[in-house]
């Protein structure tokens, strides 16, 4: 069955960087986009892009031009976000979904001095 | 980029009433919507996909409609089970999300 598995939660400072992983397994990798999507606590869903796994070329959302950062281990079915240059805003759930409604269980980034 | 406004925010209902959630688009998305509800602590889960097909294995109480910019979510008979929040997503361009509406029983 197909499954999205990301990694756990990070506690950062601002102006640091962090890294989460979205491991997919069930699927061929390369079949289908990497989505991620933000949901800031309390908040609603913002669709940050997506990146072809085929090719690797992302493609950002207006407000994530800037700091974020797709890529791809596809030896490795995994898809990557990482995020610069961390403020509080940043503090969100991150999700990594494909089509067909297939989600990761999220991440947790709390970003706190 | 095309906004989506999602009313009510808030809506209380009893168990067995029809309800119905609205979503309006800044401008036309040609039935490229989907809906998605989403409970506490939980991923979103897709229910209704291009406007008004359900998505397999969601309940047939749920169905939607709509074109051009207004688009609306009915559950037919509201069962304890579907208190949650509900986003509406455009993907006809630049896909974004509206802010929810929070569904309560009364």
């Known amino acids: 069955q197909i499954q999205l598995v990301q990694s756990g939660p990070e506690l950062k400072k601002p102006g640091e960087s962090v890294k989460i992983s979205c491991k997919a397994s069930?699927?061929?990798?390369?079949?289908?986009?990497m989505n991620w999507v933000k949901q800031a606590p309390g908040n609603g869903l913002k669709w940050m892009g997506w990146?072809?796994?085929?090719?690797?070329?992302?493609t950002y959302a207006d407000d994530f031009k800037q700091r974020f950062v797709f890529s791809l281990e596809t030896s490795a079915s995994t898809a990557y976000l990482q995020i610069n240059n961390l403020n509080i805003e940043d503090t969100a759930t991150y999700f990594c979904?494909?089509?067909?409604?297939?989600w990761g269980q999220g991440v947790m980034v709390t970003v706190s001095s | 980029d095309i906004q989506m406004t999602q009313s009510p925010s808030l809506l209380s209902a009893s168990v067995g009433d029809r309800v119905t959630l609205n979503c309006k688009a800044s401008?036309?998305?040609?039935?490229?919507l989907n809906w998605y509800q989403q409970k506490l602590g939980e991923a979103p889960k897709l229910l209704i996909y291009y406007t008004n097909n359900l998505q397999t294995g969601i309940p047939s109480r749920f169905s939607g409609s709509g074109s051009g910019t207004d688009y609306t979510l009915t559950i037919s008979s509201l069962q304890p089970e579907d208190v949650a929040t509900y986003f509406c997503f455009q993907y006809n361009s630049g896909p974004t999300f509206g802010a929810g509406t929070k569904l309560e029983l009364k």
């Open positions: 979904t494909i089509p067909g409604d297939y």
């Open positions: 990146i072809n796994t085929q090719t690797g070329k992302p």
């Open positions: 069930g699927y061929t990798f390369t079949d289908y986009a």
């Open positions: 401008q036309n998305i040609n039935k490229n």
